[in-house]
């Protein structure tokens, strides 16, 4: 990093550029396809323009008008409202209206900060995992785990603050099922995101929430982040602590002994005749000690200065790492599918359906615009060279309503065909009960006629048995209970 300086922040540049792209991708991606489908000669209309060919798989289409529409098709937001308002239904229900995924400049911020954080005491701690290495490798080193390190810590820090979102949503809903003095049950089953959202319109809100969050609290995570950052931020301290304490022994014992030889030196050139003067021996033991006196007190002031230090460092450390956590607490879903949600309603894009259809008249306006276009070239070029004299009129939201279509029809196709399945499972099912009813009490003909079926039939014998089973012990409850009554 000190010797390619320009290289560095070159690597730093393309990193903010590329996290900028990522931010705004979308909008990037719509700017580039329409300035693409304009470009002159080599772009999609002057290309497409080309293609004079009619598509035989729908009467009314030239190939190049298909396959416009297509490519704009992907940035139509083509969805049921009934769709959409079951999704909102979801997070409105799970409690997640509202929030949104953690934004990537939060996990750069985050990342970044810890990183530099735990480079601070990696270094310290590369002279202890890599004894006797090389300053250079050492360094590397360093780097490596303070890449570790920050890894972890972000995972953990961010998996506390959800746990403890999603688990606070809980308790809420525990509190309000006391309150209401547990007339409802707390949970009447997970609820998914393919299941109806008004399956369970008439029970409270708390029913609500836990059948698509969870009835249980849980503090694992949040109690073993807790623990791995006061280790991290102890034996950090403790390490750092006796590298400094290493560093002052060096430095007050080479000072002693920088001394001592200096008296030796002095010595070594007074003149020892009896006629020179020298100074007492009292005297000289007395600078001697002084000189050493303040050799530990300047080690006592860099120790005092060097755990101060330690101690505010350590402080910052835990910050940040209650800033993950509260990073973790403030963004993210706490239902099972409320990140799936929030992503098929567009990502936060649009707050109502309303909303939906905007962003679909933008796009379907300037698609039709630059359909417009390519049928005129068309057209042009089909006078000049071609054969057809068809007359260009459809529109992008007419391909938009045909796909629409084709869709539904698909959808309906589907049903009738499980629907089928479902009839013929539930006729081979009956028919499997009336051979066993047939066979009166003769278990072991029952056992062979079981082990001759498929597996999925015989699951479905097995339930249907259950359910005549408990159907018939209600019976016989609800007779005794007569009975007594």
Known sequence: MSTSTALVWGIVGILLALTVVATLWQKIKWWWFNTWVCFPVIGRIATLARDANEDVAYPGWFCGERTLCQEYKNFVPVQDEHD????????????????????????????????????????????????????????????????????????????AGHELYKSGRIKNARREWVEDRRRAKLST??????????????????????????????????????????????????????????????????????????????????????????????????????????????????????????????????????????????????????????????????????????????VADTAQTRLAVLQQKSMARNSASGTSGQHLSKTFRDYVQEIRLADQAEREHERRHAATIAVHDSAAVAAVLAQLNALGEDKPAKLTLMATLDEELNAQVLAALKRQKQQRARQVRNAELEDLL
């Open 84 to 159: 959409f308002n079951e999704k909102i239904t979801y997070l409105t229900k799970a409690g997640d209206n509202g929030r949104r995924d953690t934004p990537g400049w939060i996990w750069l911020l985050t990342v970044s900060m810890v990183f530099v954080e735990a480079l601070g005491f990696s270094y310290v701690l590369a002279g202890y995992t890599i004894p006797g290495a090389s300053e250079n490798l050492q360094q590397a080193g360093a780097y490596g785990i303070a890449f570790l390190i920050a890894a972890i810590l972000v995972a953990f820090t961010h998996f």
């Open 189 to 362: 089953g997970t609820i998914p995101l393919a299941r109806p959202q008004h399956s369970d319109d008439g029970q409270p809100t708390y029913t609500q929430l836990c059948n698509r969050v969870g009835a249980h609290p849980t503090y694992m995570v949040s109690i073993a982040t807790l623990a791995m950052v006061l280790l991290i931020a102890g034996a950090a301290t403790y390490v750092r602590g006796q590298v400094l304490e290493k560093e002052l022994v060096v430095r007050v014992t080479q000072a002693g002994r920088q001394i001592d030889g200096g008296d030796r030196a002095a010595l070594d050139r007074w003149d020892l005749s009896p006629s020179a003067v020298r100074l007492p021996d009292a005297d000289v033991a007395s600078d001697h000690d002084a000189d050493k006196k303040v050799a530990v007190d300047e080690a006592d002031l860099d120790r005092h200065g060097g755990w101060a230090t330690f101690i505010m460092l350590a402080f910052v450390f835990l910050f940040l790492q209650l800033l993950g956590v509260i990073f973790g607490y403030s963004w993210g879903f706490a239902g099972e599918n409320s990140a799936l949600a929030f992503r098929d309603i567009g990502g936060g894009r649009y707050s109502s359906y309303a909303a939906v259809r905007e962003a679909y008249r933008r």
